[in-house]
């Protein structure tokens, strides 16, 4: 709901990640973390606070933050206020021209400067193999961890895409651990029919 692109309420959240039997969920709404903060204590799982950052060409994504990045601006400038607050900078979606994937040439700006710790390797809702390949590829050309995401906006996408991976507590561990882990994950992007949802306000 905090994101401005999807419907998905609390109450729905809990039950898709009771019936997919998440452990850890990454949430990452759309320039935002007030819902992640929220429910990091309401949700039957651990929660990683994220926020999917609209910059000027494109999205990436940082993980573990204690204060929301603003949109807009240059991948460069959001990359280093994710590391300043000691979070991760993770790569969504990054070679799917159907997604407003960060540019080919600002992905190499931001790995050059190193300021880029992961890639989507897998992404639920990228159609083609062969563009979730291209990242894994990038990922251990460029020595970045790999990672996998359902890119839910439903409740049933929830857990379509995951990580399995050693136990963690906190960013460092975090990045180690997922280089040890193995993506699970399928394609998810079943027909959804229109009906009419009446989504509650969010003011914080």
């Known amino acids: 709901m905090w994101s401005g692109d ?6 729905e959240l809990r039950q898709a990640v009771e019936e997919s039997a998440i452990d850890v969920l990454c949430i990452t709404d759309h320039n935002a973390v007030a819902g992640a903060e929220r429910l990091a204590d309401e949700l039957p799982c651990r929660v990683v606070v994220g926020e999917e950052v609209r910059v000027g060409s494109g999205e990436l994504i940082g993980l573990f933050l204690t204060e929301r990045i603003p949109q807009g601006i240059a991948p460069i400038e959001a990359a280093s206020l994710i590391r300043d607050q000691g979070g991760i900078v993770y790569i969504p979606h990054p070679f799917d021209p159907m997604r407003n994937c960060l540019q080919s040439d600002k992905i190499d700006e931001l ?5 880029v710790d992961g890639v989507e390797g897998r992404n639920g809702k990228t159609r083609l193999d062969s563009m979730n390949d291209k990242a894994v590829a990038y990922g251990r ?3 970045l961890f790999v990672g996998a995401g ?7 996408a929830i857990g379509a895409a995951y990580v399995e991976m050693p136990d963690f507590d906190g960013p460092s561990e975090f990045l180690a651990s ?3 882990g193995r993506i699970v994950g399928h394609h998810f992007d079943a027909p959804r029919p229109w009906t009419p949802r009446i989504v509650p306000s969010i003011t914080d």
């Open 6 to 11: 999807c419907t998905t309420t609390p109450e």
């Open 111 to 115: 790995v050059a400067a190193g300021l």
């Open 141 to 143: 050309r460029h020595d």
């Open 150 to 156: 359902s890119d839910a906006h439903v409740p049933a």
């Open 178 to 180: 997922i280089r040890r």
